[in-house]
């Protein structure tokens, strides 16, 4: 009896093995490169006005690549009680969750979003979510609570006297800023001083709207990029919004952008009325809590969706 001959060896590759992750890790101001590099890679512009804002008033973190580079990232940003409201409590907000493409699909979302939550601790955590992260937040027990759109163009009036409405809108000064505060604490239902202090700084203008010697209204416009971006807009009524925004927009000399809550739909319709196009932006989700402690009804616009 003969021996069968052996099969030749196969000439296909063996199968890579699987990249180990380190450790979740704070990120610092340092590693700035490398998060602008990563959100290149999704498609994101190259933010780096707003990610040295993120880093410096929130706190980064991310998972190195063993191929180098960051292989995912996002930021939380925390917030305190506000004194003196009635149901004031800490709330967190995670932004910025970003996974390399060449790391897609391995379970990392997850794991920096059971990080997110477990830094955040009792706190009420909130994010906006695009449609195509929504799936995973609510795996992790997050619920909608409102969408949100954003509005760009051109400013359609250099005029912004013709829209206050009788409201009296200046630009402010540093004296503005303890009624700033005390009015954001307010319609935020949280403390954001660390980042309010940082606006004027921030922001290429801030305007704040006033009854007598009443504050009634503040909002701020800042570079993205070629775009103005204005926001937070903070105001008692939609008039007081519209002139806020009208006096910020038209200085611009260029375009901007509005990110709004989809409730408020007489601004929309000014907006759109004023040469904005407007389109759905995400959805904002809480955790933690049945809402989250802001008034939505009184913010026509977050200082950014990556800070509510």
């Not at 027990?141 to 829209?163: I, K, S």
Request: glycine share 12%; charged share 20%.
């Amino acid at each position: 009896m003969t021996s069968s001959p052996s099969a030749p060896p196969s000439s296909s590759p063996s199968p890579s093995p699987a990249p180990v992750f380190p450790a979740v890790r704070r990120l610092a101001l340092a590693d700035l490169p490398a998060c602008l590099d990563l959100a290149a890679d999704r498609g994101w512009g190259r933010e780096e006005h707003k990610w040295r804002l993120l880093l410096t008033a929130g706190q980064g973190y991310g998972i190195d690549a063993p191929d180098g580079g960051l292989a995912g990232a996002f930021v939380l940003t925390s917030y305190g009680p506000a004194g003196g409201t009635p149901d004031g409590r800490p709330c967190a907000c995670v932004s910025m969750v970003l996974v390399a493409e060449r790391h897609a699909r391995r379970g990392l979302g997850s794991r920096m979003m059971r990080h997110a939550l477990e830094e955040a601790g009792d706190a009420t955590v909130f994010l906006f979510a695009t449609d195509l992260g929504r799936p995973l937040y609510e795996r992790l027990g997050f619920a909608p609570l409102e969408p949100a759109d954003m509005y760009t163009g051109r400013f359609a009036c250099d005029c912004p006297g013709g829209h206050t409405d009788g409201t009296a809108v200046r630009d402010a000064t540093a004296a503005d800023l303890p009624a700033v505060r005390a009015l954001d604490a307010t319609v935020f239902g949280a403390d954001r001083s660390h980042l309010l202090v940082r606006l004027p700084a921030f922001a290429d203008h801030l305007a704040v709207a006033s009854s007598g010697t009443r504050l009634t209204g503040f909002a701020a416009a800042w570079p993205n990029g070629d775009t103005t971006v204005i926001g937070p807009v903070v105001a008692e009524d939609g008039a007081t919004a519209r002139a806020l925004i009208a006096r910020l927009a038209s200085r611009s000399g260029g375009p901007v952008r509005v990110d709004t809550y989809a409730r408020h739909r007489d601004l929309a319709a000014w907006l759109r009325s004023h040469g904005l196009d407007g389109r759905f932006l995400s959805t904002l989700m809480v955790h933690g809590a049945p809402d989250v402690p802001c008034d939505t009804g009184r913010v026509f616009a977050p200082y950014s969706v990556a800070l509510g």
